[in-house]
């Protein structure tokens, strides 16, 4: 299931029943919808933010990580972990209408996006790569830590961030140097364990959850 909270209360309003394993959420703007990413389920529930009520279920093509959402573009974008894909959903079809391979990474879990430049960080084995989000083409690759789970960007500085649990715990943090360049700028020790990150643009802090 996928909880519906209210803010002010912090009472679960309802709750939405979704395909096997959600395993992220995503919003998306243009429709005021949420995308329930079934991970073993191979598939995308999407229900209307203000009811709750199931308006499709999508299958995808194979076992599904994160994802975002590119209002403009009309695009949601969907990781298939096993498949090494970034699957690409109409928003105002519901229907899936490509799939982009991700090499040189592989096995993608993070992905992150650049909306005003339509540019996807997809973080994956041992590459986070940059792709066109109208095309699917790979624009640049950097290298990163190994375990990768979270991959965030920072518009505000044009960082690119994924998040390791090897090593001990690390964050590859790279920089967008154009729009097909990206370069490594530091490998930030973190704690062991600590994959699931997120990242606030207000402050350009990053959070982790590790393990002690």
């Known amino acids: 299931n996928v909880s519906i909270v209210d803010l002010k209360t912090f009472q679960t309003i309802s709750k939405v029943?979704?395909?096997?394993?959600?395993?992220?959420?995503?919003?998306?703007?243009?429709?005021?919808?949420?995308?329930?990413l079934n991970h073993?389920?191979?598939?995308?529930?999407?229900?209307?933010?203000?009811?709750?009520?199931?308006s499709a279920t999508i299958p995808l093509s194979g076992v599904a990580e994160t994802g975002q959402a590119d209002p403009e573009l009309g695009r949601v974008f969907v990781n298939i972990e096993d498949k090494s894909l970034v699957d690409v959903i109409d928003i105002a079809t519901?229907?899936?209408?490509?799939?982009?391979?991700?090499?040189?990474?592989?096995?993608?879990?993070?992905?992150?996006?650049?909306?005003?430049?339509?540019?996807?960080?997809?973080?994956?084995?041992?590459?986070?790569?940059?792709?066109?989000?109208?095309?699917?083409?790979?624009?640049?690759?950097?290298?990163?830590?190994s375990g990768t789970d979270a991959t965030w960007f920072d518009p505000g500085t044009k960082m690119v961030f994924s998040s390791c649990s090897g090593g001990g715990?690390?964050?590859?943090?790279?920089?967008?140097?154009?729009p097909d360049k990206l370069t490594v700028v530091q490998t930030i020790q973190t704690v062991r364990g600590a994959r699931t990150m997120t990242l606030d643009p207000a402050t350009h802090n990053l959070y982790v959850l590790g393990q002690k």
């Not at 993070?110 to 699917?136: C, E, Q, Y």
């Not at 715990?169 to 154009?178: F, L, N, P, S």
């Open 17 to 36: 029943e979704t395909g096997a394993n959600p395993d992220a959420i995503l919003y998306e703007p243009k429709n005021k919808e949420v995308y329930a």
């Open 40 to 54: 073993t389920g191979a598939s995308a529930t999407v229900f209307d933010v203000a009811t709750g009520k199931v």
């Open 94 to 145: 519901h229907k899936l209408v490509a799939s982009w391979p991700v090499a040189p990474a592989s096995e993608p879990t993070g992905m992150a996006i650049d909306l005003p430049n339509h540019r996807l960080f997809v973080g994956g084995g041992p590459n986070t790569v940059m792709m066109d989000a109208k095309t699917g083409k790979v624009l640049a690759n950097m290298p990163i830590c």
């Open 169 to 178: 715990g690390q964050i590859t943090a790279g920089r967008v140097d154009g």
